[in-house]
């Protein structure tokens, strides 16, 4: 077992412990939490390995690195997921790899995806980022437009509305954003029956976010190790 295995392995198996941890503390099945691991800035040779050990879903960041990276990884059976904010003129580069987008916070953005997955056939899985400190630097929709932009989600071709995602602010206990993030969840449920999913919790808050009833989680620094600097 090479070396790089073995490390990765460590991080993935320390990492699904806590999710089982968590899980059984919410009294939740692990199963039905999805980890996503996010392998951004880490080569292919990872995503490739963290395959060997199981992992069914990755998630990517930027281009053109994630183009890239899913190409290398064609031939592997993953589900690839984009987490981070994408540029409107990226849209199309990113529907071309990506099974999931986590991170739709406006409707430029929710119409360049629909019409790019028209162009590809295939659906695109979407889950709309929400902002729970209002700071737009940080991404996400404002609560206030959040219910206009689901339901043009969910209304717009070749998209599939998969629920909400967050990303917990910085400066605040994340239990108590990630239960405002599972309120506005459950007024998209009652709009949206099928889109009960809600994307939030990476290593350092991951057993907050699966306590309000996270269905995704998007790791990558507990399994990978530190990224460089430049992030
Ligand atoms: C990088 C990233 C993650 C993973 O963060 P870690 O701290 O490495 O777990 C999760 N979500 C988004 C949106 C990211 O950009």
Known sequence: MSERRAELAAGLGAVRERLAAAATAAGRDPRRVVL?????????????????????DAGESRE??????????????LRWHQVGRVQTNKAAAVAAWADVVHSVD????????????ARTGRELGCFVQVSLDGDPARGGVAAQDLPAL????AAA???????LMAVAPTGEDPARAFERLARLGERVRADHPGAGG????????????VAVGATHVRVGRAVLGSRPAVQ
């Open 36 to 56: 996503v691991v996010v392998t951004k800035t880490f080569p292919a040779s990872d995503v490739r390995l963290l395959a060997g050990l199981g992992v069914a």
């Open 64 to 77: 053109p690195e994630a183009s890239a990276k899913a190409a290398a990884c064609a031939d592997l059976p």
């Open 106 to 117: 406006r409707s430029r953005l929710a119409g360049a995806l629909s019409r790019a997955a």
């Open 150 to 153: 689901v339901d043009e989600v």
């Open 157 to 163: 071709p070749g998209l599939r509305l998969e629920g």
């Open 198 to 209: 809600l994307s939030a919790g990476m290593s350092e808050d991951l057993e907050a976010a």
